[in-house]
């Protein structure tokens, strides 16, 4: 834990809000490899932009290369991979823009830190449950994951030889095997109108 260190406050969030026109949250996309999560998340922050809504989409792979790329797949470093989503996220909202996470984020407590971060902050958190059954996934493998962990060349695969503990209570749950990429945007789009966050 750090010592020496002083919070030096600013703005409020109701301040920045009246200033920006805008009001902060969190959409935090969760659900198995190839799912559909980035491309939602694309989709998403396309649609909220050219809406003239300030949004900002980090994605799992990206942020390995920079702020995470001290991390692996072990259990530990997967927590601490969400954990510190979780705070940037925060940030971006409490910013007063969608920040628009695509992430596995395979454990539901993991997820459950973040919603308690979001909320100690009175900030919106929306999971959004992007749902695909598991013979779907492996049959898109952009990447060739599954196979590589069919294989045993990847250890610890979340859906294989790792747990995915799906959402309860998502505020919002998308099937991408019957969804379109459109129509999945539009649904998260939709009930960001319909809560007055955006």
Not at 129 to 156: H, M, N, S, W
Request: proline share 4%; glycine share 6%.
């Amino acid at each position: 834990m750090a010592t020496n260190i002083t919070w030096h406050p600013n703005l409020t969030y109701s301040e920045r809000s009246e200033l920006r026109k805008q009001n902060g949250a969190t959409v935090w996309l969760t659900g198995l490899s190839a799912s559909g999560k980035s491309t939602i998340a694309c989709a998403l922050e396309q649609l909220l932009l050219k809406e003239g809504v300030s949004a900002y989409r980090l994605d799992g792979d990206n942020i390995r290369f920079g702020l995470n790329k001290d991390l692996g797949f072990s259990e530990k470093d997967r927590n601490e991979n969400i954990r510190r989503i979780s705070e940037v996220s925060r940030l971006f909202a409490d910013s007063c823009t969608i920040s628009i996470t695509s992430f596995i984020s395979p454990y539901r407590v993991d997820r459950d830190n973040a919603r308690a971060l979001h909320k100690d902050s009175n900030l919106k958190f929306i999971e959004v449950f992007v749902d695909v059954p598991l013979e779907v996934a492996e049959q898109r493998d952009p990447k060739g994951l599954y196979k590589r962990a069919r294989e045993g060349v990847i250890k610890e695969f979340t859906g294989i030889s790792a747990p995915y503990e799906a959402p309860e209570t998502p505020e919002i749950h998308v099937d991408t095997d019957k969804q379109t990429v459109e129509e999945c945007a539009e649904q998260i789009y939709l009930y960001l109108k319909k809560e007055s966050i955006i």
